[in-house]
């Protein structure tokens, strides 16, 4: 299924042929993000995403907007923490024209000092509209407090202050640091040929050159510290958590299950007792976020002020219970079935197949395939997740951050 090749300039490629479907989704991702950034460079992997759609020695901004739209295609980009993605999904019969679009604006992007002026304000506007958004805020909020001083811990949009200092040279220096073979993985999947994929990418992505430099340190110290942000907004929302574990640890699987059953979906416990029983939040679900070497669990909550603290002491009580009840065989058998499902839906969706591949190969250097992790999910016990729930939802462990018109007493619980 898949096929795993190297340019002549090092470039990793992942195909995966899937003949029955018209689509091709073609991500080209650089390991880069805001983990990487320097403090007065907080903010510019972000900023460098943006740079990359303004034009090129060969199309403007405009032209590269027209370009994909004139076939139906889609082409964006994001940044995390740890890597960087461009990406296109267009009709198969359409994959060069991806591939050229692309490779140009990785290659032949312009980072003109005009442009680079005006999507500052862009950004800063972007920074704005986040401030505007609590419900998503407070994520960032919660992480900042927990990894003070570590660059995980940094916002992925940087600073204000930061980002009207960034000039020309500051961009295309960590440009060149970063943007280099060595860094770079294509990962396409959809109705197309391997070797003809080859061939394609060799033509466009050879110019590609340089080394990138191992500069990334050690993964943070968790601190279970509050934070607390004031705003006059409607509801309170926050973020209680604690730490998780990293993608290359095995506790991720039984993660996996503590996460689905305190909060992945409308069964799990949380939502059932705070939602559904008692009517106190409209919006509350866990999550885990796992990077290389560090990890965080999460349940996000937005409720009226008045109903914070019945809602933080609920969840307290439904971490109380799991850590020392466990799950039955039979929740246990229903939630394997639930992530098994939810993995085997995602590979309806070519984009979601070329993403999983990519991520695959950042992590684990090859593609863990469907079978293999639904084997792994299957071989977790109750004994694991009982274990694992008593290490992570500690109650010595847990930070809460919190946006809004918040109470003094809000954090009496913890």
């Not at 907007?65 to 019969?93: H, I, P, W």
């Not at 986040?130 to 927990?146: C, M, N, S």
């Not at 679900?285 to 409720?303: H, I, K, P």
Request: charged share 25%.
């Amino acid at each position: 299924m898949y096929r795993k090749e190297r340019l002549d300039n090092g470039i990793r490629v992942i195909t995966e042929a899937i003949p029955y479907v018209r689509s091709v989704s073609l991500g080209v991702w650089f390991t880069v993000g805001s983990r990487l950034e320097k403090a007065e460079q907080s903010g510019i992997s972000h900023f460098i995403e943006h740079m990359l759609f303004k034009g090129t020695k060969n199309r403007t901004a405009k032209a590269l907007a027209e370009t994909m739209d004139a076939v139906g295609g889609q082409l964006n980009a994001f940044t995390s923490r740890e890597y960087t993605c461009y990406y296109a999904k267009v009709l198969d019969t359409h994959f060069t024209l991806a591939a050229e679009v692309l490779a140009d604006m990785v290659l032949n992007s312009l980072f003109s000092p005009e442009d680079i002026e005006k999507e500052k304000n862009v950004v800063l506007e972007e920074i704005k509209m986040y401030e505007d958004t609590p419900d998503e805020l407070v994520h960032d909020l919660f992480i900042q407090a927990v990894w003070s001083g570590h660059a995980l811990g940094n916002t992925i949009l940087g600073p204000e202050a930061g980002i009207r200092q960034f000039d020309r040279p500051a961009v295309t220096e960590y440009y060149a640091r970063h943007y280099t073979p060595d860094n770079c993985i294509i990962a396409v999947a959809g109705n197309i040929d391997h070797a003809e994929v080859m061939c394609t990418l060799t033509r466009c992505f050879s110019g590609l050159a340089g080394k990138g430099g191992p500069d990334r340190e050690e993964g943070p110290v968790f601190r279970p510290e509050n934070a607390i942000r004031q705003k006059p907004t409607e509801q309170v929302h926050i973020c209680l958590g604690t730490q998780g574990v990293g993608q290359l640890d095995k506790a991720v699987y039984p993660l996996y299950i503590i996460n689905n059953v305190i909060g992945g979906g409308a069964s799990s416990r949380l939502f059932q007792s705070i939602r559904e029983e008692k009517g106190l939040a409209y919006s509350i679900y866990s999550y885990q976020s796992s990077f290389r070497d560090a990890g965080l669990f999460t349940v996000y909550a937005g409720m009226s002020p008045e109903c914070t603290d019945n809602v933080i002491q609920l969840t307290l009580e439904e971490f109380h219970q799991l850590r020392t009840q466990g799950i039955s065989e039979a929740e246990l058998a229903k939630t394997k079935e639930q992530l098994k499902g939810s993995l085997l839906l995602s590979l309806e969706s070519t984009n979601s197949r070329m993403t999983r591949m990519a991520k695959s190969e950042i992590y684990y250097g090859r593609v863990v395939s469907p079978d293999e992790l639904i084997a792994r999910i299957d071989t977790v016990t109750r004994n694991e997740v009982r274990e694992l729930a008593e290490a992570v939802l500690d109650p010595d462990r847990l930070a809460l951050a919190a946006v809004g018109p918040v109470e003094d007493n809000v954090l009496a619980e913890l």
